[in-house]
C-alpha cells in the first residue's frame, strides 16, 4: 500500500505534530510549483503569542523535517519551506481574532455555511462567535463557518 499523499491536511497534522511541542502551532500548510520543482510552505505561529523569530523557524523546520524524512509523505521530491504569520497571517482560531480587534479582517463562508464574502473591522469575540462592524451594522458569524485572514498590517505585534 502506498502512503504518500498530497493531502494538506495530512501534512499538516504531520507537521504540528513535530512543531508543538517546542511550542509553536502549525496556522497552514500549502503546495506551490516553482518550474518543476515542489514546494510545501508552513506558515506557524508561536503558542505564546510572542513575535516569530529566524531561530524559531530554524527550530520548527529543524523539527518537521526530521519527521517529513521519517515519514517520507510525499512521492515526489520538495522542498519544506517555514515562514511567520505575516501581514495578512489566516485567523482560524477565536484566540486569532481576539489578538486583532479593531483590524479589519478579509472573510468569507466556507462552502454550505453561508454566503459571507466582505472586509471589515472585527469588533469583538465571544466564545467562537465574531462580530464585525459591515455595513454600518454588527454583523455576527461562527469561526467554524468561515475563512478569513488580516486585510491590514498591524501597527503593532498582537
Known sequence: M????????VLFDLADGAVRPLGFEVLEVTQQREGRDLIVLVRIDRLDEQPVTMDDLTAASRAAEAEFDRVDPI???YRLEFESPGGKRPLLRARHFERMIGLKAKVRSLPGRGEHNFTAPIKAVEGDTVTFEHGGEDLSVNVADIQASLAEFPDRHR
Open 2 to 9: 502506498n502512503n504518500k499523499t498530497n493531502n494538506n491536511s
Open 75 to 77: 512521492e515526489e521530491e
